[in-house]
């Protein structure tokens, strides 16, 4: 096969060469086109011409068969697909798959829903005639092994399903906007299904169901497509780098499988589910030339059945041999994707009982065929890759289209032909899934009735609604165990200890009425056991690299009660499904003062949006009314009418007691800022999420970019906030204020003209998306801070801010050992009294990713160094440890008292230290911790903590007073993929009390 010189063959030669004998198990088809078909001469021929080299291609794509009325992709692209050059716009591939339709009894095309855009998305069947005739029944059968509940869990009624169901095989193209070529490959494998009558075809068309959503990133495609018509329109010069994919995020769409707040996961799962399909196969472009990193690496996730541990491992091997036998390099199955997190769109599939599996072939980011130098890890050869890529080629999209499709259709070939045992055990994961309580356990989780974070709580019901998990409510009140958490050993018994004392009785736990019961005997507990449950992810596992989030528990991350209740009585409590948590909120009581308890819920801040014509006050301290204590921070209600306010709340979540006289209490009003929104044009993608929330919350804000600072003439007085959420990459304050270097190139727009009609989409443009803040933009901001604003930061934006002397005190320093991968630590509250904090109990729960570790000084320019038990020890001398030591010949010294203080306290000066010392911060300009990192040992909750100590006890959350104004930093993410909602409110504190920061700070009423 190698040896075959591709320019040396005539076409009937290269078909020869290509498609020359293998040796297959007995029985199985070969593959390879009908000799008796004809073949699309003019169209085999262009395929022959883009495939740089012959062995990037198989005889399953090295040809096309002809037809008389099925129309090929060239009607729509112009050419053949993968030809250089072409890249279709969504609409345009969906053009050709209702050709297909037209032409075709074995295509139908279905559309699936919209994008945040309002872009289509489809889902496009392709199987033989009787199948798509028989979509319903054969739906039924699916639906049925789906839910064993509905045969009451009879192998034998499953069997003879499994017997005569068409299993669905789900394939996702083109997630990942600058990852090209899925389009075309999947509009040339829907032909092939279609029209091809060799054996080896015929047999998936009449044994599978082929679902094809050919563009999952509809939004992101259309941008991307811009940009390559720009780039054509300019080949000499840089094209601008696709900063925005879909309105919201970009590479992060693909980490949405577990939050599901993106239209595209929505949809897909929708699709997924609705069809009952077996497999969710996505496909990815960003390493040579397959990797089928279904099987990847460790640790797996520790929620998936053995059984889809053994799936992976079987057609991941089977599809490395089958195409390193048709003598195509670079095709492996092993590598560095670790199966943690399920927050990848095919991990879709893994938690609701199918089979998940991910291609990243090779993409050139477009459809430019250029010579491809890969680095010396990505051509060394492995134990798991003995046929590496080639350390340098020539690379196409018809290449990357040939490996799309050959890895595709060896795939549904092997799947088809072990579709009894495939539906078997999807049966099989779907009854496992429902005897989880008799099993490994959990038997439910319980979230209370009672729960003071009601709206909260309803943010995540409704996650888990997403999910298609069913949702009870008790209909009375009821008790179950809790088990006895086991001491740690002693080496030796206590003195007086007696052995062998009875352990300890297990522990109850009451619910009230109403509370939420999510049963584990249900088809999809596996995913709502994942997301509710804690992770741990051991420092010394032999994966050092994780490949994304190590945690997500999502009770944490939502700040609500979630119980792990393993006590199986919890199963027989009298329940009603519920469909949508309980509306709770409204009105109750008598007067015309109201009050809502503060408990650090989003919903507060819509709330204040919505009502914009009321008064609201914030209480600062607790106080007491109507024989109840409110917490502080509890929002205070003028002028609103009480029918308003009662349909509010409702839709809000939230409850106000009206009450009959104004509480004598300390207040200020809560006012609704006017907020810039404050991007680079180096990364929108983390950002993306902040916006995502805030549109949800209804939250108003100026969105811009660094660029459009320096010409607003006056920022403070457009403008109460500027949020600057982080940006990405540990982006460099130097990054920020300088962009790209405008000396060395072409400028790089990011508008929308008639060559590129989506870029700017309802985001931002630029004519030149290369320079940054700079120095009139950093001047800008500190007059507006200086001037009385609110700057907002975290993470590297807060480190931006630290570089260009806003934040007196604060310093940073460098991580050493820490290794803490998107994991959930414990905070600590430092100072509850800040209006940041209203709402906040004493821990709270927070995101990190290695969060920059912040100390805090009274003197510019002073770094602190941690007190640890060297420092403070006693010199040799006489005496014990405690006593003090003694001089000879003199009276005992006067030792003065050596002020100490905790980390995340702001030391107070020594007598010497204010001696003539100008560098000393006024008590009420130096820095407030809000939160500080809980102590090493308490620090993590979930996932990865490595090397904690070196964060521990620092601050958290800081109010660094500026000026007239603050700047609020975050080392924490309080922002991240809709998971992070116990954190929201940090920020929402912020921005309604943004004129009020400083209530309640000790050193300010001095
Ligand atoms: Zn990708």
Known sequence: MRQCHWSKFALLGFLVCCTGSFAFADGETQPGRDAKQPVDEAYTAKIRKYTTQPYFASPLVDYLPASKNVPTPEVVLGDVAGAPGILPYAEEVYKYMRLLEKATPRVKVFSIGTTEEGREMIAVAVSSETNLKNLEQNHERLAKLADPRTIHLEDAEADKLVAQAVPVYYITGTI????????????????????????????IRDGVITLITPVVEVDGRDRMVDIYKWHLAHPKEFYPPLIYWGKYVAHDNNRDAMAMTLKLTQNVLNTYLGWDAQVLHDLHESVPYLYDNTVGDGPYNAWVDPILVDEWQ?????NVADLTRFGMPGVFTHGNFDTWSPGYLMFLAAMHNGISRLYETFGNGGADTRERTLEPEEYARTWYKPNPPLPKTLWSQRNNNNYEETGLLTSLH???????????????????????????????????????????????????????????RATTAFQVSLPVKKEKKKAKPA?????????????????????????????????????????????????TTPYDDTAWTFGEMFGVEVTRV??????????????????????????????IENHAEPALATLRYRLKDASIDAAEEGFEAGGYKYPRGTFLLKGVERAELD?????????????????????????????AFLHTWINTQDEGWWRLALDELQIPYDYMSTQAIAPIPDLKAKYDVILFPPIGWNSSAATIIEGLPTAWGNPLPWLNTPLTPNLAGKNDSTPDMRPGLGWDGVAKLQEFVKNGGVLLTAADTSQFALSIDLTNGVSTSPADKMKIVGAIVGTRMVDGASPIAYGYEEKVS?????????????????????????????????????????????????????????????????DEQLHNNPRVIPPNARPRVILRYADEKDLPISGLVDGGKEIAQHPAVLDVPSGQGHVVLFSINPVYRGETENTYALVLNTLLNYDSLSVGRKDAEK
Request: glycine share 8%; with cysteine; aromatic share 8%.
């Open 176 to 203: 990942h906007s600058p990852e090209t070529g899925a389009p075309t490959a999947l509009m040339e494998l829907a032909y092939r299904l279609a029209v091809d009558e060799s054996p080896y075809i015929r047999e």
């Open 314 to 318: 079987m057609i991941g091997s089977r």
């Open 414 to 472: 092997y799947f088809n032909e072990n579709k009894r045992l495939f539906l078997k055990n999807f049966y099989l994961k779907s009854k496992r899934s429902i005897e989880k309580p008799s099993t490994e356990g959990p038997a439910a989780y319980v979230l209370p009735g009672n729960d003071p974070r009601a709206s909260l709580q309803a943010d995540l019901l409704r996650v888990l609604l997403k999910q298609h998990v069913e949702i009870s």
């Open 495 to 543: 003195e007086g200890e007696e052995k062998g004392k009875t352990p300890p009785a297990p522990t109850t736990r009451d619910f009230v009425a109403g509370s939420y019961i999510i049963r584990m005997d249900q088809p999809y507990s596996r995913v709502a056991d994942a997301l509710l449950d804690y992770q741990y992810w051991s420092p010394k596992d032999p994966q």
């Open 566 to 595: 393993v006590d199986s009585k919890v199963l027989s409590v009298p329940m009603e499904r519920v469909t949508e948590p309980r509306p709770a909120g409204g009105v109750s009581g008598e007067g015309t003062i109201f009050a």
């Open 647 to 675: 349909a509010t709340t409702r839709s809000l979540n939230l409850h106000a007691t009206a009450l009959a006289a104004a509480p004598i209490v300390k207040t200020h009003p809560l006012r609704a800022p006017r907020i």
């Open 846 to 910: 927070a995101y990190c990713e290695n969060g920059p570790i912040f100390s805090v000084n009274s003197m510019l320019g002073a770094r602190r160094r941690r007190l640890g038990p060297e420092g403070g020890a006693r010199p040799t001398g006489r005496g014990s440890k405690d006593d003090p030591d003694f001089v000879v010949g003199r009276i005992a010294d006067q030792i003065p008292d050596q002020p100490e203080h905790e980390l995340w306290e702001v030391p107070v000066p020594t």
